[in-house]
Nanobody, 126 residues
């Protein structure tokens, strides 16, 4: 069992930056591949970024490439999402997710994740 708690969301102007954190507790954080998803009002949940257990492999959706970066600190059991050059269309609730895995795997499908945080709101004003 893994518990996930996000933080770092807030209100920011377009072009600004935020860094989201996802603190994990429970079983060994380094056994889990991690991901970030977001859901805007009236829209379906959308994959944003994923990272392997080691952090050596990562993937971001095209709409955030060059602006967002995913990373993790296994010693601190924390996942991060650095978001730069934010746009109003990035406004959403951002959730982190975890799934046990082996090797340098990461997952872009929400159905692959077993554990989810409650989410943190990110609002980007124009």
């Amino acid at each position: 069992q893994v518990q996930l708690v996000e933080s770092g969301g807030g209100l920011v102007q377009a072009g600004g930056s935020l860094r989201l954190s996802c603190a994990a507790s429970g079983r060994s954080f380094s056994n889990y591949a991690m991901g970030w998803f977001r859901q805007a009002p009236g829209k379906e949940r959308e994959f944003v970024a994923a990272i392997s257990w080691s952090g050596r492999s990562a993937y971001l959706v095209n709409s955030v490439k060059g602006r967002f970066a995913i990373s993790r600190d296994n010693a601190k059991s924390t996942l991060y999402l650095q978001m730069n050059s934010l746009k109003p269309e990035d406004t959403a609730v951002y959730c982190c997710a975890a799934t046990a895995t082996s090797g340098e795997r990461f997952f872009t499908n929400a159905g692959n994740y077993a554990y989810w945080g409650q989410g943190t709101q990110v609002t980007v004003s124009s």
